[in-house]
């Protein structure tokens, strides 16, 4: 089964602020999803990464696959409090199933 | 229904009771997955039904832990003899298709085990 391993595993910064969160592999992804998890809810998938090298943008949020894929990065600039949620990356565990990483606790301070 | 609907939202049990958590999937979607999320942790894989095939059950902790799904239909999880260790929130989740695509979660059943 294939480990993930995201960080840092908590992140609190101020609102205005940039950040990158990394989930890394020592398998290579078959493709990585990205997820975002809030208080009370069930994770919700922000994107899906697919060739390696690939870059997809979602308003402030920047996703980035590695070139051999085998790690995948989150940028997110101009934080807001909204931003503010347990981010998980997951990919294909062997025999279709879904493994995530333990996840990047993040914080927007007002 | 729209979505992932789990029930109970929360339950409150003792120690060594069983207790039984039930998914509905969302309507057409083959693949149904229950994962289970300790407190300030990431999600810890526990078992996938795809269709009518066999499921991967390689991911429950003991055999107190089983699940059924009816056809490509509601699923339950169920915890014998529950400990205290068994408490966290037990997300349900469904995709279509039979590739690891897009999950869409439930709201989770908390369970707490005194």
């Known amino acids: 089964t294939q480990l993930l391993e995201q960080s840092p595993q908590f992140l609190s910064i101020q609102e205005g602020e940039n950040l990158t969160v990394y989930c890394n592999s020592s398998s290579v992804f078959s493709s990585l999803q990205w997820y975002r998890q809030e208080p009370g809810e069930g994770p919700v998938l922000l994107v899906t990464?697919?060739?390696?090298?690939e870059v997809k943008k979602l308003k402030r949020l920047t996703f980035q696959f590695g070139d051999a894929r085998k790690d995948s990065s989150l940028h997110i600039t101009a934080a807001q409090p909204g931003d503010t949620g347990l981010y998980l990356c997951?990919?294909?565990?062997?025999?279709?199933?879904?493994?995530f990483g333990q996840g990047t606790r993040l914080t927007i301070n007002p | 229904g729209a979505g992932v609907s789990q029930s109970p939202s929360n339950k409150v049990t003792e120690k060594g009771k069983d207790v039984e958590l039930r998914c509905d999937p969302i309507?057409?979607?083959?693949?149904l997955y229950w994962y289970r999320q300790r407190l300030g942790q990431g999600l810890e894989f526990l078992i996938y039904f795809q269709g009518n095939s066999a499921p991967d059950k390689s991911g429950l902790p003991s055999d107190r832990f089983s699940a059924e799904r009816t056809g490509e239909s509601v699923s339950t999880l169920t915890i014998q003899r529950t400990q205290q260790e068994d408490s966290a929130v037990y997300l349900c989740?469904?995709?279509?298709?039979?590739?690891?695509?897009?999950?869409?979660f439930g709201e989770g059943s908390r369970l707490t085990v005194l």
């Open positions: 989740a469904s995709s279509f298709g039979t590739k690891a695509g897009e999950l869409f």
């Open positions: 997951a990919s294909e565990g062997g025999a279709q199933k879904l493994v």
């Open positions: 990464v697919v060739t390696g090298g």
């Open positions: 309507s057409g979607h083959t693949a």
